[in-house]
């Protein structure tokens, strides 16, 4: 499974951002998949997963109620909505698969990572 993140940019805080991740390669319908973000000098940290189905979603505390992920297995992407967007935000995010059909938090669960995509929020 390929995967390729795009969407990031820099916006205000407040302001909102809608990441994508494309795959290709195999069948994505029976991957789970999250995202993942990475702050200059900080360890890569969950953000949101996604089970195959897209019935089963997770969310770190620090953005549930303001990121929502979901998922078009026909489309073979995995969406992150970003809303009230904040200055601490600002990191490279990555979209992850693993061939299972449940995700987890865990970065080392997964072996199929896009190539990240920089999202900065102004204050």
């Known amino acids: 499974v390929q995967l390729q993140a795009s969407g990031g940019g820099l916006v205000q805080a407040g302001g909102s951002l809608r990441l994508s991740c494309v795959a290709s390669?195999?069948?994505?319908?029976?991957?789970?998949a999250g995202w993942f973000r990475q702050a200059p000098g900080k360890e890569r940290e969950f953000v949101a997963h996604?089970?195959?189905?897209?019935?089963?979603?997770s969310y770190a505390d620090s953005v549930k109620g303001r990121f929502t992920i979901s998922r078009d297995n026909a489309e073979n992407t995995v969406s992150l909505q970003m809303n009230s967007l904040k200055y601490e935000d600002t990191a490279v995010y990555y979209c992850?698969?693993?061939?299972?059909?449940?995700?987890?938090?865990?970065?080392?669960?997964?072996?199929?990572w896009g190539q990240g995509t920089q999202v900065t929020v102004s204050s």
């Open positions: 390669g195999r069948t994505f319908s029976n991957v789970a």
């Open positions: 996604i089970n195959w189905s897209g019935g089963t979603t």
């Open positions: 992850a698969a693993r061939r299972f059909n449940f995700a987890t938090m865990r970065p080392k669960d997964y072996a199929y």
